[in-house]
């Protein structure tokens, strides 16, 4: 199964390579169903400008002991998860907070709006369970970008060709590139997510 499925990935590859090289897409891996054409196309945005805001232990605390080991959280859509269990937990949608959602970690959701993230789309906790992972996948657009602040374990990414470890620091990505998550430890990984719009929409 796992040859087959590495087959038809490169199978895949070479046709988004050619879609490339027709100038229909930026990258092999930047393939969302709907695409704004002009906007910057980088995979992960080192340079992005983020707001003084600081997630403390306590905060991650909150997290932690009252949405994932409460299971608060639902399970992802779509048929993502690869093995394990993939869930989220949403705090913020259309840019408004939830009131019911955000009394579960009291004082975080407020910490989250007075630090004025620019154009704020969603904020939601993703969770991975111990040995979990995704399948590759995008965004539906390119419009926005993601903020992964890690909250507790050290799940590993992959976006386009490259992969790193979110442990610590904050990571800006462009999630309608290709992107997998993997869980390999035997402790939960959680991140806050802040969904933002990419700066050249706004």
């Not at 904050?170 to 290709?178: D, Q, Y």
């Not at 990984?189 to 706004?202: D, F, G, K, Q, R």
């Given at each position: 199964?796992?040859?087959?499925?590495?087959?038809?990935?490169?199978?895949?590859?070479?046709?988004?390579?050619?879609?490339?090289?027709?100038?229909?897409?930026?990258?092999?891996?930047?393939?969302?169903?709907?695409?704004?054409?002009?906007l910057?196309?980088?995979p992960?945005?080192?340079?992005?400008?983020?707001?003084?805001?600081?997630?403390?232990?306590?905060?991650?605390?909150?997290?932690?002991?009252?949405?994932?080991?409460k299971?608060?959280?639902?399970?992802?859509e779509?048929?993502?998860?690869?093995?394990?269990?993939?869930?989220?937990?949403?705090?913020?949608?259309?840019?408004?907070?939830?009131?019911?959602?955000?009394?579960?970690?009291?004082?975080?959701?407020?910490?989250i709006?007075?630090?004025?993230?620019?154009?704020?789309?969603?904020?939601?906790?993703?969770?991975?369970?111990?040995n979990?992972?995704?399948?590759?996948h995008?965004?539906?657009?390119?419009?926005?970008?993601?903020?992964?602040?890690?909250?507790?374990?050290?799940?590993?990414?992959?976006?386009?060709?490259?992969?790193?470890?979110?442990?610590?620091?904050?990571?800006?990505?462009?999630?309608?590139?290709?992107?997998?998550?993997?869980?390999?430890?035997?402790?939960p990984?959680?991140?806050?997510?802040?969904?933002?719009?990419?700066?050249?929409?706004?």
């Open positions: 199964k796992q040859w087959y499925q590495r087959r038809v990935r490169g199978e895949a590859l070479g046709v988004y390579g050619e879609a490339v090289e027709g100038g229909v897409l930026p990258s092999v891996y930047q393939r969302p169903a709907a695409m704004v054409a002009g910057t196309a980088q992960v945005w080192p340079g992005y400008t983020l707001p003084e805001f600081d997630l403390s232990e306590k905060d991650r605390a909150l997290i932690v002991e009252n949405i994932v080991y299971g608060l959280f639902s399970g992802v779509g048929g993502l998860e690869r093995e394990g269990v993939w869930g989220y937990y949403d705090l913020a949608l259309g840019g408004s907070f939830l009131n019911t959602e955000c009394e579960a970690i009291p004082g975080v959701c407020d910490k709006g007075g630090a004025q993230f620019a154009n704020v789309d969603k904020v939601y906790v993703s969770l991975f369970y111990p979990s992972a995704t399948w590759p995008t965004a539906p657009d390119n419009t926005k970008l993601n903020i992964i602040f890690p909250v507790a374990g050290t799940p590993t990414i992959r976006i386009a060709s490259t992969e790193m470890v979110l442990e610590g620091d904050p990571v800006v990505i462009a999630p309608s590139f290709e992107t997998d998550f993997t869980n390999i430890s035997n402790d990984a959680v991140m806050l997510v802040i969904s933002v719009a990419h700066p050249e929409t706004v």
